[in-house]
């Protein structure tokens, strides 16, 4: 896989200070695997543009995804087979976050939003996306 130039990853392994590394596919694939949503709760890759990936969470399997523009998210990766209405705890990086379970996804489902985002930019249009502020 051949990742754009210009992108800059942050991991936030104490959940509260982040490193800065620029990293293969491999690596960033190995950091997304060691989120825990206790000592290892996000991490962040930036392009040149101004957009961002976030994941964060990890605990329980859950994973929280958005598009970021800014520093504000814009969109959220879903699940659409969970609940609207059921809301789940995802380590956030900031605290304990509860979410609709229909926002927290699976870890395939973070990677393939990833791998998206560092190859081509922006949202994987083959996932279900929900825009959280308009454009």
């Known amino acids: 896989m051949t990742m754009r130039p210009g992108l800059s990853v942050m991991v936030d392994w104490s959940c509260e200070h982040g490193s800065h590394d620029d990293g293969s596919w491999p690596e960033l694939l190995q950091a997304l695997e060691e989120l825990d949503g206790q000592d290892r709760c996000s ?56 979410l609709p379970a229909r926002n927290c996804v699976s870890l395939g489902a973070a990677v393939l939003a990833m791998q998206h985002f560092v190859e081509h930019g922006g949202l994987d249009p083959g996932l279900p996306w929900e825009w959280l502020r308009r454009r």
């Open 43 to 98: 991490m962040v890759v930036n392009d040149a543009e101004g957009l961002s990936m976030t994941v964060s969470g990890g605990n329980a399997g859950l994973y929280f995804v958005t598009l970021d523009r800014d520093n504000v998210a814009e969109a959220s990766l879903l699940d659409l087979d969970q609940s609207e209405d059921e809301e789940l705890e995802v380590n956030t990086g900031g605290g304990h976050m509860s």
